[in-house]
């Protein structure tokens, strides 16, 4: 038995397999160099984009990072647009200017994601007191990695969020890599959380790759932070099934994944889909027939959001500082 409605269950199941089918869609247009931009791909960390913006109301506004595909279409940003800002398009949702590593649809909430590693982290700070200041209910979720803790903006972004008591959740993807460097080479001591803590907020650690676990610390942070008692930092751990960056350097020995063979396979076995899968077989949740007809509608989405990529045109030359902004 569980509490949760099938509805609901259903629906965590479709995001994650939306994020994680057109993620590997991305993989042979990568190898092609059919895509030109860098790609990161989000295979393996589906659980935290799809528990965090499960507990988000759509009025509540994220950031996000060189990897944000999937928080971007789980918190409603459209595939279509994904796709063709992915192959540079008019129709992208960066009307083709940001590519892979810009995605934004500020009318979900998606208000930007950047390649600089702690960029967004005091965009987003300077988000929530806006919404203080403007005393709106909105929460704002600032996600970067565990790689983002080394840069000294965190620091200064959660000081002053603690000081103002800011509706803000530091949510950190600790995938245990920045690039190709293993955290036990970059910090004393694995406790990323414990940053938080400093500084005198409510911090956590959680299984970022059980997508339940990480709705309810998600729920319990957003319930803080609309009571006025934020900021929350939550750690999630979880590990990237696929290399850094592109699609090609997840097999060790053939290019620069230089991961250990072994934590890969151990990894794989806690592959969130899968997991959340075994969990809806044995409460006897969704039928196989049903995740059948998910996995079928998801791949008819893919496949209609290449189609509309690919008969997009690009952006026109002259219009090449059109939405740059100017005083
Ligand atoms: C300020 C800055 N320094 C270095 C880089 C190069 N770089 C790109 S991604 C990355 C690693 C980021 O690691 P993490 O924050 O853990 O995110 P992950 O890639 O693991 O999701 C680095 C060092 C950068 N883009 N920006
Ligand atoms: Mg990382």
């Known amino acids: 038995m569980t509490k949760y409605s099938k509805q609901f269950l259903a629906n965590l199941y479709r995001t994650m397999v939306r ?4 993620e590997e869609s991305l993989v042979e247009p990568i190898l092609k160099k059919e895509v030109q931009c860098p790609v990161h791909l989000y295979s393996g960390e589906e659980a935290i984009a799809t528990g965090v913006c499960a ?4 009025k509540d506004y994220i950031f996000g990072t060189h990897r944000s595909h999937g928080h971007y279409l789980a918190k ?4 279509r647009e994904l796709i063709a800002e992915i192959y540079g398009k008019q129709t992208g949702c960066s009307r083709g200017r940001g590519g892979s590593m810009h995605v934004c649809d500020p009318d979900k909430g998606v208000l930007g994601a950047a390649p600089i590693v702690g960029g967004t982290i005091s965009l987003a700070v300077g988000c929530a007191l806006a919404s203080k200041m403007k005393k709106e209910k909105n929460v704002t979720v600032s996600f970067f990695g565990d790689g983002a803790a080394g840069e000294g903006v965190l ?3 959660i000081n002053l969020a603690a000081l103002k008591k800011l509706p803000i959740i530091f949510a950190c ?17 694995n406790n990323i959380f414990e940053i938080g803590i400093s500084y005198g907020i409510i911090s956590f650690r959680v299984d970022g790759n059980d997508v339940l676990r990480v709705y309810e610390a998600a729920k319990k942070a957003v319930e803080i932070c609309r009571k006025n008692q934020g900021p929350v930092f939550i750690e999630f751990m979880t590990y990237r099934l696929r290399g850094h960056v592109g699609a090609n350097d997840s ?8 991961r250990p063979k072994e934590e890969i396979a151990k990894w794989r076995k806690k592959d969130p889909i899968r997991k959340f899968e075994q969990y809806l077989i044995r409460n006897k949740i969704l039928a196989k027939g049903n995740r059948e007809t998910i996995r079928k509608e998801t791949e008819a989405e893919v496949n209609d959001a290449y189609v509309f990529a690919k008969k997009s045109s690009y952006p026109k030359k002259g219009e090449l500082t059109k939405y740059v902004f100017k005083k």
């Open 19 to 22: 994020i994680r089918f057109c």
């Open 55 to 58: 507990a988000l109301a759509e």
């Open 76 to 79: 409603g940003g459209s595939m």
């Open 155 to 157: 620091y200064e972004s």
């Open 173 to 189: 993807e600790n995938n245990l890599y920045s690039t190709h460097m293993p955290i036990k080479e970059c910090r004393p001591k």
């Open 251 to 258: 097999i060790q020995g053939t290019h620069t994944d230089i």
